[in-house]
Every structure is written in structure tokens, then in C-alpha cells.
């Protein structure tokens, strides 16, 4: 077996803010050696904003493929780390897309500081 090491990519290095009909999105590139057969793990930190009541949300990478669905109301902000599963995400060379969305609910949540993880063969 190769040896592996972790590494990250900073997806959105500060915040934005969703709400229902206004979703954010943006496309990344895993560097060369990327394993996408392997799990990865998405952090982003989540902070409802004062009056939010039972705001859905859904991260999506491609199209199809939601890999985290959660409800918040108003209250703490905290992190979430959600395992990514197996080929969900695209090799180098190719636009990875990532879409935080919100289907249901009222309020807005402030998402920040969104990295990814996932292996990368030395």
C-alpha cells in the first residue's frame, strides 16, 4: 500500500451567508494524487442567526449527491464535520462543485471556514 498523508483544500476562507432562495456555490480542484476512492471529511462552522427557526441544510457536491442535510434554529454557532463517502468527489483535472442551500425554513445561517480533507498518495 502507497503511503498517504493528509491534505486540505480551503474551500471559502471567511464567511457567507444562505437562506431560502439564496444558496452559495463554488468549484475547487483536488491537487494531483488525490484519492477520491477514499473517504474525505468536509469541516465548515455554522452560525444561525438570531430568529433562525428550523433552517434546513443541504451541501451538495455534483448535482445529485447531498452529503450533508441538517436543521438549525437560532442559538450557538458550532462546526460540523461530515464524512464525504467514496467517488463522490472528482479526481485532479477535473471541477469539484459544492453547493450550500437551503430548502426549507426561517432565518439565515452564516457558514464559515469551509475546508475540505482527503488523501493524497507520497
Known amino acids: 500500500m502507497a503511503k498517504e498523508v493528509c491534505e486540505y483544500y480551503v474551500i471559502k476562507d471567511g464567511s457567507f451567508t444562505v437562506k ?5 456555490d463554488s468549484e475547487f480542484e483536488l491537487h494531483a494524487g488525490g484519492k477520491t476512492n477514499r473517504n474525505s471529511v468536509l469541516y465548515f462552522r455554522v452560525d444561525p442567526y438570531s430568529g433562525a427557526a428550523n433552517v434546513n441544510l443541504e451541501v451538495k457536491f455534483g448535482t ?22 467514496p467517488n463522490i468527489l472528482d479526481p485532479h483535472g477535473q ?3 459544492i453547493l450550500f442551500h437551503v430548502p426549507s425554513g426561517a432565518g439565515k445561517l452564516r457558514i464559515s471556514d469551509v475546508v475540505l480533507f482527503y488523501r493524497l498518495d507520497v
Do not use: D, L, M
Open 20 to 24: 431560502k432562495g439564496q444558496p452559495w
Open 64 to 85: 445529485n449527491n447531498i452529503s450533508f442535510s441538517r436543521t438549525y434554529s437560532a442559538g450557538q454557532s458550532r462546526t460540523e464535520h461530515e464524512v464525504i463517502n
Open 95 to 97: 471541477k469539484n462543485h
